[in-house]
């Protein structure tokens, strides 16, 4: 009775929304949660590094695991029917509260704990680590600040997205020289590319072209990996040789993650139907209510798992039984364990979003709010002064205190409630 009651109150809850469209964005966070709670190996030296590190036949996974092109595509559409709706001012308000508000709860929670202990190699270096995928959050929140002006750009879809495209490209080509740091540019250069693609989903849905279309691209990003100046990974690894295709992201990353997006518009209808049945719906219903948070408190979950194993001397050899067993096992508790910490969360984050400030400006306090967020990912929460993003200086202290304020200033007086915001992004 009571699973009956839960199972009505979402259906209900989630009345009238595009449940295929929610999935793609629940799934995709949770297939990268649980990457992540798989890749960390402690290899018996008192260091923790990424499985792929001792076990480099599994960088092929990499072109499974990297799902987060599919997410951007579905946050697309979302954005620009919710910017249809509620016009610019309420959706930039809607978003930013939306993205804004998990962000500074977890960014409040782990500065206030970790500044106070000084500036240690170890306290810092925890900050970062505890920071480090934060990243997703700043760029999701510019690339969505964007779609105001961007959701302009679809009526002539070829020359746009080939310009983009070649735009990206050429950027690839100064990661080769002196100036690579101008390299960097691509990181919202290409997961705007991907959210400009996925403008077009709706109009691509069920064609019966896409599917062939899209293992056409993603076969060209495997070639190209190999034949250009890239890694063979779509994530970074320490060792693998070539451009990091994620860090900062690359061309190969772009048309790959172009290639998921037909694939997946082509098999939209059957994701559909397999979603209308209710019992399938629930479970992505409630990952998806609480996606972002599950984000960011799988990293802690994550990290405490590589701590424990690390204390009590866990070194089994990579993918071995034992080293399986204890994996798994981290996948079903950080799974869980990051729902329930999200919706405990999630209580000061509305606390937080109901604040209201004098000053209404959404469109440039959520920029501002992206970029901090990018710069809390490279300077970590407990750094009170040093190298930020792309080599800026940086605070713990002054980016917790800029990334209020961009909150503050999305969320004027004069906004008014916006229920999309309430969702996952």
């Known amino acids: 009775m009571a699973e009956t009651g839960i199972r009505a109150k979402v259906v209900a809850a989630s009345a009238g929304r595009d449940r295929a469209l929610d999935a793609i964005k629940a799934l995709a966070l949770l297939v990268v949660i649980v990457g992540h709670s798989l890749a960390w190996h402690t290899p ?29 595509a579905a946050g697309a559409v979302s954005n620009a029917a919710s910017l249809h709706r509620h016009g610019s001012h309420d959706y930039l308000t809607a978003r930013g509260r939306r993205l804004l508000a998990p962000v500074i709860v977890y960014a409040t929670l782990w500065t206030v704990l970790l500044v106070p202990f000084g500036s240690s190699e170890a306290v810092v270096g925890a900050g970062r680590f505890l920071a480090q995928l934060l990243w997703f959050a700043g760029v999701y929140l510019l690339v969505a600040a964007a779609a105001v002006v961007t959701s302009r750009w679809v009526s002539r879809p070829g020359l746009t997205l080939t310009l983009w495209l070649a735009l990206i490209v050429a950027v690839d080509a100064v990661r080769t020289t002196q100036f690579s740091a101008w390299g960097w540019i691509n990181m919202l250069l290409v997961w705007g590319w991907l959210h400009q693609v996925g403008y077009h989903l709706p109009h691509l849905r069920g064609r019966r072209w896409t599917v062939p279309a899209g293992i056409v691209l993603i076969a060209g990003a495997v070639l190209l990996a190999f034949i250009g100046p890239y890694s063979h990974s779509l994530i970074s690894v320490a060792g693998v040789p070539g451009l990091s295709n994620l860090a900062p992201p690359s061309t190969v990353l772009a048309v790959y993650g172009a290639g998921q997006i037909l694939i997946v518009a082509g098999l939209w209808n059957r994701l559909r139907a397999l979603l209308a049945d209710d019992r399938r719906w629930v479970p992505v219903a409630l990952m998806g209510a609480r996606g972002m948070g599950m984000y960011l408190w799988h990293i802690p979950l994550v990290g405490i798992a590589a701590g424990l194993a690390l204390i009590v001397g866990f070194s089994a050899p990579a993918l071995s039984p034992a080293w399986w067993v204890v994996h798994v096992a981290v996948v079903l508790v950080v799974v869980p364990g990051a729902w329930l910490i999200a919706g405990v969360a999630a209580h000061p984050e509305k606390a937080v979003g109901r604040i209201r400030f004098p000053i209404w400006i959404p469109g440039p306090a959520s920029v501002l709010g992206g970029l901090v967020i990018l710069n809390i990912a490279a300077t970590g929460f ?11 200086p940086s605070s713990a202290v002054l980016n917790l205190a800029l990334l209020w304020g961009s909150l503050l200033m999305v969320s004027g007086r004069r906004s008014r409630s916006a229920p999309e915001g309430t969702r996952s992004p």
């Open 44 to 72: 018996g030296d008192g260091t923790a590094v990424n499985v792929l590190e001792k076990a480099a036949w599994l960088i092929p996974l990499t072109w499974v695991f990297q799902v987060l092109p599919l997410f951007f």
């Open 382 to 392: 407990a750094t009170r002064w040093g190298s930020g993003a792309v080599g800026l």
